[in-house]
């Protein structure tokens, strides 16, 4: 992958963490201002936290942050994977899941901004795997030395 792509996944990565802390904001009287603006902005309104809400949107925070640092990880090791082209399909329908119950979940309550803003991010994370063509063969390191040291047998 270039270092275009990966410079790319990196700041997606961070994106995806930053937001989560927004979130995870809510969880707290005296931080859910952002996280406020953003469910009101999405959602019908007005908007306030009652007890449940914070929890469940402090927590949805966390494990989005949790999901963000995951997959700046995952970008980083799938580089060095034998067979890199699984690694990333797997990854894919990890966030696959997300998005289809995401969306769902965000349609049915009212917050069809929000399923918005995940058809954005998906693309926005679409873009450099399609760019980069992870998908479609066994790119990795590992690999690439393989097919040199076969193509050097054959000689």
Do not use: K
Not at 46 to 58: K, Q
Not at 84 to 110: F, H, K, N, P
């Amino acid at each position: 992958m270039s270092s275009f792509w990966r410079n790319w996944l990196t700041i997606w990565g961070w994106g995806v963490v930053v937001f989560g802390l927004a979130l995870a904001g809510a969880g707290f009287a005296a931080t859910d201002g952002v996280a406020t603006a953003v469910l009101g902005a999405m959602g019908p309104a007005p908007f306030t936290f009652d007890a449940p809400l914070r929890f469940a949107v402090g927590l949805m925070g966390a494990v989005t942050m949790g999901w963000g640092l995951t997959l700046l990880a995952f970008f980083r090791l799938a580089e060095t994977a034998a067979d890199q082209a699984s690694a990333w399909r797997m990854a894919l329908a990890g966030v696959a899941v997300w998005y289809v119950i995401d969306c769902a979940i965000s349609i049915a309550t009212g917050f069809t901004l929000n399923a918005v803003s995940n058809t954005a991010l998906l693309i926005l994370l679409l873009i450099p795997i399609l760019g980069s063509r992870v998908l479609s063969a066994d790119r990795s390191p590992l690999a690439e030395l393989h097919a040199a040291r076969t193509a050097q047998d054959r000689t």
